[in-house]
């Protein structure tokens, strides 16, 4: 729900909005910091890092209406279900945009008073978690002065339970640009039944908060909806604002470019590493799997920035209905013909995979979901399978004379590497103005929205910051037997710029690729489009290996391959806006 323009310097105090509402409880101070000795020399030194911020937030600024936004599906159905946050359908739904505004003075009618806001962190953990919520710190110690931010402890539970304690300015610093989301926990507990809503009502009340920033996923961000909706029906004046948060990168519209996390998640991951030892030992090819529930853009990224032999991107294969046996068989065979009996696949660890399992282990594993209703598919040994299917199809081939080579292969899992790791820089800077945006958005009043930071493509002084409305990224998703209101992943788009063109591949007969090809290949400066290249990748030996996530230098400020191709026209992005030609 948008409400009208005001300047940010902060609104009235909250007061408590239900009968018999309490003071809040005694403050619970529990500083959680790690000890000295258990700070390692780099981490020290990323306590230093200092994000740099865009030009808006840093000086006097107002939340002002933006352009209009529709439901990405049944806009009408979801607007029917969320009747407050869609003003009964009476007034379109609008992203919210930051511009400068003249200064408030000290007793001027947007003069800024203390707020308290509570933070939650919902999901898997995600590189930046930590920096969000210290940028929602800064905003509300620089804006506006004796501020308290209460961080739930655990997930939603903690909401549930009024499990809290609050946020000191102390133990924030030692959490500056570190991964993981241990400082307050996380949990995947959800806040949809009605006694569940009760429950957080009554805490959000009884704290007299007057924001709650939910930090998580599509569905966690689904629930951010819901309860905007319900403290609205009920008189609540708590906000409810969401950040955009999955190392997947399936959270993201117009108007959210990229979710945090995926930027660390894809320079974490050690696939060069293995691309340069199949190289030189010539004897295995490595299957691969990466993270991605549903989507495939980390396996799509870490393609983009090492070369593989083959990536399976699963709305590709899905799209049309690959035999995956033959798929890869065929590479196998192409590179046998050459004397290449080695080579890297690349396997997102989701989606279609489950259909290939044999119907038994796909009984079994329906049985095993999260509290989301998803299937458990880091459990799922994918790669394995794959493995003996291929090798099976080489036998019969080599038995039919169809085959001379080799096939031997190894099998890799990097998943949870990337999700806790040291945040990038760009992970760190933006998770830092995202907390920002946040903290802004619930002292403008607004409820019902996800803290938006765009313009990526250019210098960080640039970046605009925003809101746009959680119910125009929704749709109603078959769920359980019954339409439920969600919001819609982003899955690969097999016509978008990283893939760039949709068409039926299945291996390739041309030479091998020169050594001269493969250089400027690990050479090049900008990525280009999956589909251009990987007919040349999977006869040749084009190997990139992009080397430890970086801190300094001019490689530590680039930005995704992705979003190089789908904002900048595959020029590399920098921090620093800098990009090659």
């Known amino acids: ?316 294969v899905e799209a049309n209905q690959w035999g995956l046996k033959d798929v890869l068989a065929d590479m196998v065979a192409q590179r046998a013909e050459h004397g290449k009996n080695y080579g890297v696949v690349l396997i997102p660890e989701g989606g279609w995979v489950f259909y290939h399992l044999p119907a038994a282990i796909r009984s079994t594993l329906l049985e095993e979901r999260d509290p989301h209703g998803n299937v458990q598919v880091a459990h799922i040994e994918t790669e394995w399978l794959l493995i003996k299917m291929v090798a099976a199809e080489m036998a019969r081939r080599k038995a039919r004379g169809q085959f001379g080579g080799k096939f031997a292969a190894l099998s890799h899992y990097f998943g949870y590497e990337g999700r806790c790791s040291l945040p990038s820089n760009f992970d760190a800077t933006y998770c830092n103005a995202l907390g920002q945006a946040a903290g802004c958005l619930v002292a403008a009043g607004q409820t019902g929205l996800m803290a938006t930071v765009s313009n990526l493509h250019c210098p960080v002084a640039e970046w605009s910051v925003g809101g746009t409305p959680l119910l125009s990224m929704m749709h109603l998703e078959r769920r359980s037997g019954r339409d439920k209101p969600v919001i819609k992943k982003a899955l690969v788009e097999l016509d978008g710029a990283p893939m760039q063109a949709r068409r039926r591949w299945r291996g390739s007969s041309s030479s091998t690729a020169s050594s001269a090809d493969s250089g400027r290949a690990a050479g090049a400066a900008a990525p280009a489009a999956y589909t251009s290249r990987r007919a040349e990748w999977a006869a040749g030996d084009c190997f990139r290996s992009p080397g430890p996530i970086q801190f300094a230098g001019r490689c530590a400020d680039l930005a995704s391959a992705t979003l190089s191709l789908e904002l900048n026209g595959g020029r590399t992005i920098l921090l620093t806006g800098e990009h090659d030609a």
């Open 1 to 316: 729900m948008v409400k009208p323009a005001a300047a940010v310097a902060g609104p009235a105090p909250s007061t408590p909005t239900a009968a018999g509402a309490r003071e809040p409880a005694s403050p619970r101070l529990v500083d959680d910091r790690p000890p000295a000795s258990a700070i390692s020399p780099l981490s020290a030194q990323r306590l230093n890092y200092i994000p740099a911020l865009p030009e808006v937030l840093k000086g006097a600024h107002s939340v002002t209406e933006g352009e209009e936004r529709e439901c990405v599906g049944n806009h009408d159905e979801i607007c029917g279900l969320f009747p407050r946050l869609s003003c009964n359908c009476e007034r379109p739904l609008r992203m919210v945009n930051l511009t400068a505004a003249p200064a408030a003075g000290p007793d001027g009618p947007h003069a800024a008073h203390p707020l308290r806001i509570g933070v939650v962190l919902s999901g898997g953990q995600a590189s930046g978690g930590h920096n969000v919520i210290i940028g929602l710190h800064d905003y509300l110690q620089r804006w506006h002065p004796g501020s308290t931010l209460v961080g739930f402890l655990n997930g939603p539970r903690g909401v549930m339970q009024n499990n809290y304690k609050e946020l000191s300015a102390a133990e924030l610093d030692g959490y500056r640009n570190q991964g993981g989301f241990h400082m307050i926990g996380s949990g995947r507990d959800k806040i949809e039944k009605p006694e569940q809503l009760a429950a957080a009502e009554k805490a959000c009340t009884e704290l007299h908060l007057d924001g709650l920033v939910v930090i998580g996923g599509d569905d966690s961000n689904t629930n951010a909806a819901v309860l905007a909706e319900h403290f609205l029906a009920r008189g609540v004046s708590t906000r409810v604002v969401g950040a955009p948060k999955t190392i997947d990168g399936d959270l993201k519209n117009a108007d959210v470019p990229i979710s945090f996390g995926f930027d660390t998640a894809c320079k974490v991951e050690v696939v060069g590493n293995i691309m340069i030892d199949a190289m030189s030992a010539k004897k295995y090819y490595h299957f691969i799997r990466l993270m991605g529930r549903a989507a495939s853009h980390i396996t799509l990224e870490c393609a983009l920035q090492t070369h593989p032999q083959l990536a399976l991107v699963s709305e590709e």
